[in-house]
């Protein structure tokens, strides 16, 4: 079955650095891979994803890349701001649906 | 539009007494999913179904049953509950056709 790894699993940065999260998968049926913030007691929510045949995405302050040969994929966040603060997850979905999620990331960010 | 709902939001069980939570989404999606939340595992998945009338395991499906009623309705069933399984339940569901997963607002549960 999938196995999604994620690192790091906590993250602290300065207001207005960069934040990077990585993620690797270990099935090649894989497909798709979305990525979701949880905010403290709230659900995930979807924040950005990137399709197989695609190599990078950008979303105003976030963007993600996709290595496939290398099962590799990663989160950025530039310039971030206290209210991205929150828990990151990556998943990978395979194409009978199959969704999986790595353990996710807690980001702080300090003002 | 209600989404996905989830119920009960919270609940405490004894040690090996019985329960159903109960997922239900409005939004026509054919993939429905468990997933069971603890500190510092992530969301792992307990059972899924692709499509109404098929249903899968996930990664920790030990102790789970599961029953996709309708396109509608997907629930998961503890027969026998244990400690192991208190934790955050989280049901979500998706439309093939678009990628995004929405989620239920979770159910607490404690074994004690």
């Known amino acids: 079955g999938e196995n999604v790894e994620q690192h790091p699993s906590t993250l602290s940065v300065q207001e207005g650095d960069s934040a990077v999260i990585k993620c690797t998968y270990s099935?090649?049926?894989?497909?798709?891979f979305p990525w979701y913030k949880q905010e403290l007691g709230k659900r995930p929510q979807l924040i950005i994803d990137?399709?197989?045949?695609?190599g990078e995405k950008k979303d105003q302050r976030i963007a993600v890349t996709l290595n496939k040969t290398a099962k590799h994929f990663s989160l950025h966040i530039t310039e971030t701001q206290p209210e991205d603060s929150a828990v990151y997850f990556c998943a990978a979905r395979r194409n009978d649906y199959k969704l999986s999620f790595g353990a996710g990331t807690t980001v702080t960010v300090r003002a | 539009n209600a989404g996905v709902t989830q119920t009960p939001k919270f609940q405490v069980l004894k040690t090996g007494q019985s329960m159903t939570l109960q997922c239900a989404q409005d939004m026509n999606h054919n993939s429905m999913y468990w997933y069971r939340q603890d500190p510092g595992m992530g969301l792992r998945l307990i059972y899924y179904?692709?499509?109404?009338?098929?249903?899968d395991k996930g990664e920790v499906p030990n102790g789970y049953n599961v029953s996709r009623l309708n396109k509608r309705e997907f629930s998961l069933r503890l027969e026998s509950a244990a400690p192991s399984q208190t934790s955050v339940y989280f049901c979500a569901s998706l439309d093939g056709r678009n990628t995004e997963a929405f989620f239920g607002q979770g159910t607490r549960l404690t074994v004690v």
């Open positions: 990137i399709r197989s045949n695609v």
């Open positions: 179904s692709a499509s109404e009338g098929t249903t």
């Open positions: 099935d090649s049926a894989s497909n798709y």
